[in-house]
């Protein structure tokens, strides 16, 4: 029901800033929370942050400080990671939930690399 696009991914230098977008498309009157995770090599998928239709975000404590997420046009959402770090390397997953009976939909990935 819902499509998922992501945009601006990338590589950046450490200490750098990167703005991911993520453009929900479908039955997006069906999404209640959308959000960001993220998938580094050798490690489990974590929370980056979320946003829900009433603006309430979390964040996962691996960017807590450094990261922003923001909705606009009703969903699109956007997140801003600041001071990126080498260890913030990974596949970037953009997430959407609603009361649907199937699974979440997810967007493809978009791949982030901190790297001098």
């Known amino acids: 029901q819902v499509q998922l696009e992501e945009s601006g991914g990338g590589l950046v230098q450490p200490g750098g800033s990167l703005t991911l977008s993520c453009t929900a498309s479908?039955?997006?009157?069906?999404?209640?929370?959308m959000g960001w995770y993220r998938r580094a090599p050798g490690k489990p998928r974590e929370l980056v942050g979320t946003i829900s239709r009433s603006d309430r975000i979390e964040y996962g404590d691996s960017v807590k400080g450094r990261a922003t997420l923001s909705r606009t046009n009703d969903w699109k959402v956007h997140l801003q990671l600041n001071s990126l770090k080498p260890e913030d390397t990974a596949v970037y997953s953009c997430?959407?939930?609603?009361?649907?009976?199937?699974?979440?939909?997810w967007g493809q990935g978009t791949q982030v690399t901190v790297s001098s």
């Open positions: 479908g039955s997006t009157s069906q999404i209640n929370v």
């Open positions: 997430r959407a939930d609603g009361p649907w009976v199937g699974p979440s939909s």
